[in-house]
Nanobody
Framework: QVQFAESGGGLVQPGESLRLSCSAS????????MRWYRQFPGKRREWVAT???????SYEDSVKGRFTISRDNAKNTCYLQIDNLKPEDTAKYFC?????????WGQGTQVTVSA
C-alpha cells in the first residue's frame, strides 16, 4: 500500500535551515505530483507547497522565497528546504499526493523554531 515517511524535523533557532524528506513507497512516484502540508497545534493541515511530476513547484504565498520543494525520483523522495526559519513555522509537516488522500497521511515530522 501507499506509505509516506517524513523526516528531517527538529528543534532549531530562528534563522536556521532544515531540509525535510518524504520517502514514498507503494506508488509510481515519478508520475505522482506531491504536496507538503503543515499543521499548527489545534488547527487543520494547510497546504504549503506542490511539485508536479515534471518538477514544477508552486507555493502558498506566505512561504514563497523561504521554502523550496524538490524531488528525486530515483530515490522516491520529495524534499522541503526551509530557510530562515521563524517561530511561526513551528508545526508538524506532512507530505501527500495531489489531491491528498486520508489513507496516506504519515506521522509527519515536527519542526520547532525557538530561541
Amino acid at each position: 500500500q501507499v506509505q509516506f515517511a517524513e523526516s528531517g524535523g527538529g528543534l532549531v533557532q530562528p534563522g536556521e535551515s532544515l531540509r525535510l524528506s518524504c520517502s514514498a513507497s507503494g506508488l509510481t512516484f515519478s508520475a505522482t505530483p506531491m504536496r507538503w502540508y503543515r499543521q499548527f497545534p489545534g488547527k487543520r493541515r494547510e497546504w504549503v507547497a506542490t511539485i508536479t511530476s515534471f518538477g514544477l513547484p508552486s507555493y502558498e504565498d506566505s512561504v514563497k522565497g523561504r521554502f523550496t520543494i524538490s524531488r528525486d525520483n530515483a530515490k522516491n523522495t520529495c524534499y522541503l528546504q526551509i530557510d530562515n526559519l521563524k517561530p511561526e513555522d513551528t508545526a508538524k509537516y506532512f507530505c501527500n499526493v495531489v489531491p491528498p488522500s486520508d489513507e496516506y497521511w504519515g506521522q509527519g515530522t515536527q519542526v520547532t523554531v525557538s530561541a
